[in-house]
């Protein structure tokens, strides 16, 4: 663990420094900043190097997948992010439209602009958006839903030399149509262990077991039933860690040729299922 703390103390400050500095045109020509988080861990899946960045530009946030992160935690987190000045929603992305709630969320942050064009005598222009995130929070399913359809992305990698181009989601937006990715900051171990669990950032980043044994206690402190309907485990209070692995192996069928339980299989499932919000409405981090 102290070799991989290291190497990120090390690494990850100059490549997010490449990373931000290639975005910084496309910030200044938008009037809007969009940046996407998952509700089921806010702070690890943001990247706190962002405000450097937008400098006093107009700033909202989405927490992305509601429906899979626990309602009452989800709630406390905006009110949160509220409280510090940040205009915050959260959304399941996938099932709600969120063009009418953006406009009303945008236009106290463009009021200056607004003013501006009243005095100049113009119409009101649609508002440049730039949406921004760390990989796998949902930007292009942000991006999908404004539209209503599917819009044809750049590639999913930071400093992609381009022409500037915007793409109409309505009569209200425009996109600027970059990737928008953000580097990731996790040279905190538990940042880094949540990211893992979630699928932002590949689970080889720590040993697989230590990313599950950081789950399973987790789970069993803040959410003892939630594997009772996905494997039929009933408290996860009474179980170790290993015993529950056991459990899911069996109830999956997940056995090697010796008639031993698969338990490289059984983790494997697990994250999957936690993911695909299998267990519930579960929240990783609170406020």
């Not at 937008?54 to 992305?64: A, D, R, T, Y």
């Not at 839903?145 to 309505?170: M, Y």
Request: net charge positive; proline share 5%; glycine share 6%.
């Amino acid at each position: 663990m102290n070799n991989m703390q290291q190497k990120n103390v090390h690494y990850f400050p100059g490549h997010m420094a490449k990373a931000l500095r290639e975005m910084a045109p496309f910030v200044k020509n938008a009037d809007i900043v969009v940046e996407v988080a998952d509700a089921r861990a806010p702070y690890s899946t943001r990247n706190g190097l962002l405000h450097s960045l937008i400098e006093g530009k107009p700033h909202l946030l989405v927490l992305s997948k509601n429906d899979k992160a626990d309602q009452m935690t989800t709630a406390r987190w905006v009110s949160k992010f509220n409280e510090a000045g940040i205009v915050c929603f959260a959304s399941n992305l996938r099932g709600e439209k969120v063009m009418d709630l953006l406009i009303k969320m945008s236009e106290p942050l463009v009021a200056k602009k607004r003013e501006k064009e009243k005095k100049l005598g113009m119409r009101k222009q649609p508002l440049k958006l730039l949406i921004v995130g760390i990989p796998n929070v949902g930007k292009s399913t942000l991006i999908n839903n404004l539209a209503g359809r599917r819009v044809a992305k750049a590639a999913n990698t930071p400093g992609v030399t381009r022409s500037e181009q915007w793409v109409k989601l309505s009569n209200d937006f425009v996109l600027l149509d970059t990737p928008g990715i953000l580097p990731m900051n996790y040279t905190e171990p538990l940042t880094a262990k949540r990211l893992a669990v979630l699928g932002s950032i590949k689970e080889d980043i720590l040993p697989r077991d230590e990313l599950y044994r950081f789950l399973f206690m987790y789970l069993r402190e803040n959410y003892k039933g939630c594997m009772k309907d996905r494997y039929g485990i009933e408290n996860l209070e009474k179980l170790d860690a290993d015993k529950v692995l056991e459990e899911v192996a069996k109830s999956r069928g997940y056995l090697l040729k010796d008639g031993v339980y698969d338990i490289e299989k059984a983790v494997s499932c697990i994250f999957k299922d936690l993911q695909e919000g299998y267990f519930g409405k579960i929240s990783l981090e609170r406020p």
